[in-house]
Nanobody
């Protein structure tokens, strides 16, 4: 079994910053791509940013230049630094991690529980 624990969401004023964290634990052999998604009310879940194990990144156009994804492979943790936040960034943010697990054996995607980010004055 693999567990993901997210933290770092909250309420912030426009122009402010937040840092999200997502730590994976459990029966992990290795981790491939780690990423962040978000879902606003009435909208589909969308990719925000992702990073491969080798460090290649991919960002949604709407967050380029404002958000930065990073990871600590030794801690099985992915981060999302969010700067210059806008009201339209308000959503529940989910991490997704591609894990090669040992119990059960195999490659699967795991999702975090979600953390609310609200940008409002």
């Amino acid at each position: 079994q693999v567990q993901l624990l997210e933290s770092g969401g909250g309420l912030v004023q426009p122009g402010g910053s937040l840092r999200l964290s997502c730590a994976a634990s459990g029966s992990i052999f290795s981790i491939n791509t780690m990423g962040w998604y978000r879902q606003a009310p009435g909208k589909q879940r969308e990719l925000v940013a992702a990073m491969t194990r080798g460090g290649t990144t991919n960002y949604a156009d709407s967050v380029k230049g404002r958000f930065t994804i990073s990871r600590d492979n030794g801690k099985n943790t992915v981060y999302l630094q969010m700067n210059s936040l806008k009201p339209e960034d308000t959503a529940v943010y989910y991490c997704k991690v591609a894990v090669l697990s040992t119990q059960p054996f195999g490659l699967s995607d795991y999702w975090g529980q979600g953390t609310q980010v609200t940008v409002s004055s």
